[in-house]
């Protein structure tokens, strides 16, 4: 089965993980990468934190991902008519019908780990306070 989840992937971290993961429980895993432009327009000028060129291969050292596609507009709609995925897999507060693609294909949402994000993560290391714990 052909399995597509997307983002920015800017810092990862646990929570990326275990959406790969579960992806990859699933099937083959095609991931949708927003490119720098598209990180900007997204998360504003400061970001990403990582090029482009570095997100792609870090996840594609990943055993848990097979492809990784960098798309360079807001969504990865076109990328998804063209992968043409059985499954898309996408992390966060989203019902299936608001997500990119779910005119196209079976949507599935993983339910985020609770505190697990890159802009927590990124706003802690930028006001110098230590990481919060992420446990509950």
Do not use: W
Request: charged content about 30%.
């Amino acid at each position: 089965m052909k399995i597509f989840t997307n983002g920015c992937f800017d810092v990862l971290h646990r929570g990326h993980i275990e959406l790969l993961t579960y992806c990859a429980s699933l099937g083959e895993v095609f991931v949708g990468l927003n490119s720098d432009e598209s990180v900007r327009r997204l998360k504003g000028s400061s970001r990403p934190v990582n090029t482009q060129e570095d997100r792609k291969r870090i996840l594609e050292e990943l055993r848990s991902v097979d492809e990784v596609h960098i798309f360079e507009e807001d969504t990865p709609y076109e990328l998804i008519k063209y992968l043409k995925p059985n499954l898309i897999i996408k992390g966060g507060d989203y019902k299936p019908e608001e997500v990119s693609g779910h005119d196209l294909c079976e949507v599935r949402i993983f339910e985020t780990l609770l505190g697990y994000s890159s802009t927590r993560l990124i706003n802690a290391r930028a006001s110098s306070k230590a990481v919060p714990d992420f446990n509950p």
